[in-house]
């Protein structure tokens, strides 16, 4: 039997469209993701525990898991049987890539199940297909840092589709989850398709102003370049009074806040536990709005995806 965590993520990081990912791990030692026990068996099976289990679809061939299976032993040419648990402990639409949790930790624990038969540039490009899949488009931004951790800006270039950025070590990432559901599909049929030659230059300024800045290690350069002229402007209306939220947390002291994925979580960003600490408050207090909604104050997670047992 193998055990597979995939951490949680922040898709877009605020700069970078589809293109930027983080991966985020809480700083009291949570284990923030979904969990893969994958063990060879007779027939195939699927069991959901966890506490977001009831959010699943109730079809078996509907669960992304079944999809990752699937598609896994069509491609070795090898149907493989197996009994999976899936401990569904990410909520669904909830901007912290929570299908990328499902895609990432069951395609990766069938390939250490089989002996690694695809590289990881193989199996990032299935992980980013099959999120595609429910989402309408490809995209690699929650898939590729929850895969292999940290942040990774997605390139798609000389047969590389994903490579690490520097970070910050001392930035602390604050993220909360209101409770309430934005389907990914939704919030991207909401944007214009395409943008006026201002808005492109701002983009590229900021986000290439933010890859340079974490290259030449300047915080808070890096900081202020996480402005999103791509969605935020179109989505905010679906989040909780996000604009005033925003700027209360910013005047508590974070370096920059903006929507996680495409929300309804959002993230902040500081640089000290003090300050991590009132946002983390003011956040509980007003942006939180159902008993299973949740705050935590996390750091990167630079590992990724993992075997825990
Ligand atoms: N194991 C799974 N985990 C999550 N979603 C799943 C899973 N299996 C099937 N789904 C379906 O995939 C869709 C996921 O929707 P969506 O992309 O909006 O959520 P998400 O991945 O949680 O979003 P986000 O990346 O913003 O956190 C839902 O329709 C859900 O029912
Ligand atoms: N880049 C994607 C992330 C979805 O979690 C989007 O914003 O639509």
Known sequence: MIKVYAPASIGNVGVGFDILGAAILPTDGTLLGDLIQIKQSKEFQLT????????LPKNIKDNIVW????????????????????????????????????????????????NRPLSTNKLLKLMGKLEGEISGSIHY?????????????????????SQKIPNFKNWLWIIAWPG???STADARALLPSQYTRTTCIKHSR?????????????????A????????????SKLLPNFTQTKTTIKKIGALACGISGSGPSIFAICDN??????????????????????????KLDTVGTRIIG
């Not at 009994?83 to 990432?104: D, F, Q, R």
């Not at 900021?206 to 890096?222: C, D, E, R, V, W």
Request: glycine letters at 6%; aromatic letters at 8%.
């Open 224 to 235: 202020n370049f996480i402005t999103d002229v791509i969605a935020e402007p179109y989505r």
């Open 180 to 182: 309430i559901k934005i």
């Open 141 to 161: 931004d929650n898939v590729s840092p929850c895969y292999l951790g940290g942040l990774q800006l997605i390139i798609e270039k000389n047969n590389k589709i």
């Open 206 to 222: 900021n986000l290439s102003g933010f890859i340079h800045a974490s290259y030449t290690m300047q915080p808070k350069l890096a």
């Open 273 to 298: 536990d003090l300050t991590a600490k009132k946002i983390s408050k003011y956040l509980a207090n007003h942006y939180i709005q159902s008993k299973q909604g949740f705050v935590q104050v996390c």
């Open 67 to 114: 999809k990752c299976w699937d598609q896994f032993c069509k491609i070795i040419k090898k149907k493989i049987l197996v009994t999976i648990v899936l401990e569904k402990n990410m909520p669904i639409g909830s901007g912290l890539g929570s299908s990328a949790c499902s895609i990432v930790s069951s395609l990766f624990a069938m390939n250490e199940l089989c």
């Open 48 to 55: 959901n525990i966890g506490t977001f289990a009831h959010q």
